[in-house]
């Protein structure tokens, strides 16, 4: 808990004496301004905004404060906004000493406001700078129409769901930086500060700092109608080589006996077709060719289609998976199941769509889901979480001293791909990547096998 500046609490307490509160009452609304502004730091709300009370009342609601407690902290917040004019600001607060512990404000989840003697200040993993030092007009901006633009323009150019919540993360702790500074007067230089700090301060790694730089680039852009201009003078992370964890054949078939369904042939397409996660979950029966032996990932990363053999070893399973999900259809649309959920407006589109046993998800949801709106009980895809959690499980119990995830079964397919010496190009194609540089780091991955005796073609 910080402490009240000196100049800052003498001054209040003289506002309180020529207010003629009570003096039993003082050291109560010393606490809760000293409560506010520290609820203020971190939380990065301007102290001498009017607009921080209701949302410091918020968090006393939410901590199940009494209505009197609540009552008692505005009166106390609203006196200290009364010698805003001529009062110093705590722009630079010192924590207490760790030899005086001052007696603090603080909260309990189980029992009401108390009085303890204070520890010493913890450090926050949270983004805060140091504030500005002079907090006057355009600072405590509210950015809620720019963040439903941010969610149009997301949403017109068919980005994904977590493009946006990656976007409006960023873009909430920029706004955080920058202490609500108004939109429009935003400008290059506070880009540079945010990125700096990331770098300097957060040790964030290269790629995080990129995708700041990214998400700030298209709010700028396409949000705040503005351009970057040139970004000189940042401290950018260095990025380091990354080499991928690849797990052997033998290992992989350690995970999967340790696999249960369908998580193990939700494994066995991450591994023998290269798919990433969400692309292996978002398949659809249609996706299936039995004949030709294809699968077909629609939608992939960057909007892409594209397509990879289906593993002759697992055709079987994939056979008999699809019979139980014909069985699983029919018991849904006897209970009046409203369907699968469809992206953009096919349901508009093809109004029966969601029904028809082409569309639902090859790996359902183990339950149905309740959309309020209607009233309507959907069938979502399995989700994520479940299969990591399983994968994680399953690689402990193998006893593997590597860092797998779902992710490694994709890098292991490339890598087991290049060492049974298939073109690289080949291989760039199944991944679905743009870059044939991307492709190029699973040369790391496995043993050289070339001759690096240098040799005339003629003695060959």
């Known amino acids: 808990m910080l402490a009240i500046p000196s100049a800052l609490q003498t001054k ?102 108390s009085l303890r003697e204070a520890p010493a200040a913890k ?54 930086f920058t202490h609500s500074k108004a939109p429009e007067l935003l400008s290059t230089d506070d880009v540079k500060e945010f990125l700096t700090f990331l770098a300097v301060k957060g040790k964030v790694a290269a790629t995080t700092q990129n995708q700041a730089f990214n998400a700030l680039l298209f709010f700028y852009r396409h949000v705040l109608r503005k351009e970057f201009g040139k970004v000189d003078g940042v401290v950018r992370a260095k990025r380091k080589p990354y080499i991928p964890v690849v797990l052997s054949r033998e290992e992989i078939n350690a995970v999967l006996k340790h696999l249960a369904p369908p998580y193990d042939l939700v494994v066995k397409l991450l591994y023998g077709c290269g798919l990433r996660l969400f692309e292996c979950l978002r398949l659809r029966v249609q996706c299936m060719n039995f004949d030709a032996g294809i699968l077909t990932i629609h939608d992939g990363k960057g909007q892409k289609d594209r397509t990879v053999p289906l593993p002759q070893t697992i055709l079987a399973e994939l056979r008999a998976h699809l019979e139980s999900l014909k069985d699983l259809h029919q018991w849904d649309m006897n209970r009046g199941y409203a369907g699968v959920f469809l992206v953009n407006a096919l349901e508009k589109k093809y109004k029966n769509a969601a029904k028809e046993f082409i569309w639902q998800w090859f790996f359902p949801a183990k339950q149905l889901t309740h959309v309020p709106t209607t009233g309507e009980y959907r069938r979502y895809y399995l989700h994520e979480t479940h299969v990591q959690k399983a994968i994680k499980e399953a690689v402990g119990k193998a006893r593997i001293c590597k860092r797998a995830s779902a992710h490694t079964f994709r890098h292991s397919f490339a890598s087991h791909l290049l060492q049974a010496n298939y073109d690289i ?26 001759i690096k005796e240098a040799q005339s073609p003629l003695d060959l």
């Not at 307490?13 to 109560?28: A, D, F, P, Y």
């Not at 149009?152 to 976007?167: A, P, V, W």
């Not at 990547?433 to 070339?450: A, E, F, G, L, P």
């Open 425 to 450: 190009r080949t291989i760039q194609e199944l991944l679905g990547h743009s870059d044939i540089r991307t492709t190029m780091i699973y040369t790391h991955t496995v043993k050289s096998v070339t």
């Open 12 to 113: 209040f307490e003289e506002h309180l004496r020529n207010k003629t509160i009570q003096n039993s009452l003082h050291g109560v609304y010393k606490k809760w301004l000293q409560y506010y502004l520290d609820f203020c730091r971190k939380y990065h709300f301007p102290p001498i905004h009017k607009e921080s009370l209701p949302r410091f009342i918020l968090k006393l609601q939410e901590k199940k404060q009494t209505t009197a407690q609540q009552e008692q902290a505005s009166i106390a917040i609203t006196l200290y906004y009364e010698i805003q004019n001529t009062a110093i600001l705590p722009d630079k607060v010192t924590p207490p000493q760790p030899a005086s512990h001052p007696a603090s404000i603080t909260f309990n989840d189980k029992t009401h406001l």
């Open 123 to 176: 450090p926050q993993n949270t983004i805060e700078s140091a504030p500005p030092s002079q907090m006057g007009l355009g600072y405590g901006a509210s950015w809620k129409a720019e963040y439903s633009r941010l969610a149009d323009e997301i949403h017109l150019r068919h980005y994904s769901s977590k493009t946006l919540q990656t976007y409006q993360g960023w873009a909430k702790k920029f706004q955080a």
